[in-house]
Nanobody
Framework: QAPLVESGGGLVQPGESLRLSCVASGFTLGYYAVGWFRQAPGKEREAIACISSTDGSIWYADSVKGRFTVSRHNAKETAYLQMDSLKPEDTAVYYC???WGLGVTSIKSVCDMPHDDMDYWGKGTLVTVSS
């Protein structure tokens, strides 16, 4: 089984909401910072939100700030991305990733790091926003 498995994607209309889940297996998610990324057709994968494993600090990309909310439930080995007021430009494959979180001083640095350097990745879930 993949170390991270995303779910919750689907087809929604503009203005609607979705909640994505990211479940970890084989490691303790509580020790890891979690990032959410997306890749739209023909575009590079981009970081949209990261959440710390220690102090709860969070970073959002400007494109989703105020509409998306990242959270985590360590006892359930799960992270979430609540997406509200969805727009057609949010259409993408959404991925979660995890990187060792102890010692991280800036949660933004987790979202800025080279993607290949992150410890674990999921395979993604497709979100389509269309009327």
């Amino acid at each position: 089984q993949a170390p991270l498995v995303e779910s919750g994607g689907g087809l929604v209309q503009p203005g609607e909401s979705l909640r994505l889940s990211c479940v970890a297996s084989g490691f303790t998610l509580g020790y890891y910072a979690v990032g959410w990324f997306r890749q739209a057709p023909g575009k590079e994968r981009e970081a949209i939100a990261c959440i710390s494993s220690t102090d709860g600090s969070i970073w959002y990309a400007d494109s989703v700030k105020g509409r998306f909310t990242v959270s985590r439930h360590n006892a359930k080995e799960t992270a979430y991305l609540q997406m509200d007021s969805l727009k057609p430009e949010d259409t993408a494959v959404y991925y979660c990733a995890a990187d060792w979180g102890l010692g991280v001083t800036s949660i933004k640095s987790v979202c800025d790091m080279p993607h290949d350097d992150m410890d674990y990745w999921g395979k993604g879930t497709l979100v389509t926003v269309s009327s």
